[in-house]
């Protein structure tokens, strides 16, 4: 049987498999320097860091191996923010029955290290990340080793970095609140029919009508964040409808690459709670 | 950097993903009993038994491991003859310089063991196989526990049944000439350019072009493979006229999947020599 970390693994090849989902790399479409070829090769790559994390790495070492592992390939970042996901729902998984609390207990239990873990991963791969709050104070992730120095002066660990970016970021807000999200996903990939990547293209479309696109937010403004969710939610299931979607907003440029990164940590909890394949 | 291991699960992903290859599973095309999801989550499952290839395990025995982890997912033989080439791949790419010679040498000091192994590895998934010419001895592969006990009062190696059953097997006669066909096929795909999964529909149609597929000369008749052959060799490199041959094949359920196996073993040697996705 498939262990944790072959679960994650396939729940990125599932991920983007998924078509369609609009603005995003899938089966059906790709990006002329994004193609799925690079997620492959990214998700390849991650297998050796997601089998730390099973094995019993710390989140941040694990969570630093996948991505440097994922780098290899000419796409540049593929899957940073799903792997951000996958490493504490591995680590969980391995240790006990996967749900929110012991998810949240993993994450809760992160380090100072695990922090500056997290930000030397920004050192393989250029990352787009929104404008924290003027509040907020965290290191800049462009400079992986001036933020290590901050982090630790700051004695700031993962969690604490997580928690002061939810706000902007709907990973990092799933990360600090055990996945709440993901985990109704799942229920709702183990509850739809048919082929795989249409149940899983189905869990996007749903996750994306839910709430505005955090990547999108940031790269492209909250306006057009807005417009992408109404949009989405007016297309509701209907894949047909979707795929209409998804060529206009390839063509536009704008990837709610948050939202896939949901779909990935739903697909891993939706495969770790017997989905067949 | 990726290992062998990784490249060879690379290559079964972008095997699968290359479209058009007329009558297979890719991207873009699929049988309703065996989706693409079902190659993602054997390619994924092997992963286990292709990295026992890379530790020093015995070919059959890692070859045996990957079939078991193959098959966990609904599709039913996905990748068998894919895994026979690439394990024997990944132990010779593992010990040093891959080239046909080191490989033919790893097929040819395999043992009655690897070939006990190979038999069982048939318990796992129903595999189509072509009838042997009535001169060659060799057991049935539908009864692996008498097989295995035939195997032994024979003497018969993996290197021996293979040589037996080369006549009919495109994978088999690979395997003991030292892979030539992909070899070749893996120059074909370095000196290539553009998306690697065009690359890889490229280099199966010329693979599918040289010769008849043994796997639809077993299910369909030495006429039928003939007819692809000669239709595909029209199309050439021109990936459009290939995508009508691919709608009408897979309507005809007519499936060359000993090329498919053979195209994985190219994208491997290709990885291997520094092809870069």
Known sequence: MRTPADN????????????????NVDRRHEYEDLRF????????????GLRAAEAGATVGAAFEESVEGMRHQRGGNTQFGCLLNLVPLVRAAAVGPLSPPAVRDVCAGTTVADA???YRAFDYVDVAVGDLPPDVDLPDVGLASDATAAI???????????????????????????????????ERILDDDGPATDRVARAFLRLLAEEPD??????????VAREVQERVAEVGDDLDA??????????RGVNPGTTADLTAAAAFVALERGWEV
Chains 1, 2 share one sequence.
Do not use: I
Request: proline share 3%; hydrophobic share 50%; glycine share 10%.
């Open 242 to 251: 979707a795929a209409a979607l998804a060529e206009e907003y390839v063509d």
């Open 116 to 118: 500056c873990d997290f």
């Open 8 to 23: 994650a693994q396939l729940a990125l090849l599932l991920e983007v498999s998924g078509t369609p989902k609009p603005g």
């Open 37 to 48: 070829e690079h997620f492959l090769a990214g998700a390849v790559g991650a297998g050796a």
């Open 214 to 223: 955090t990547l999108v937010r940031a790269q492209h403004g909250d306006g």
């Open 152 to 186: 630790r002066e700051q004695g700031l660990t993962l969690w604490d970095v997580m928690e002061r970016s939810a706000a902007v970021d709907a990973n990092a807000r799933e990360w600090v609140e055990g996945f709440p999200r993901a985990f109704a996903a799942a």
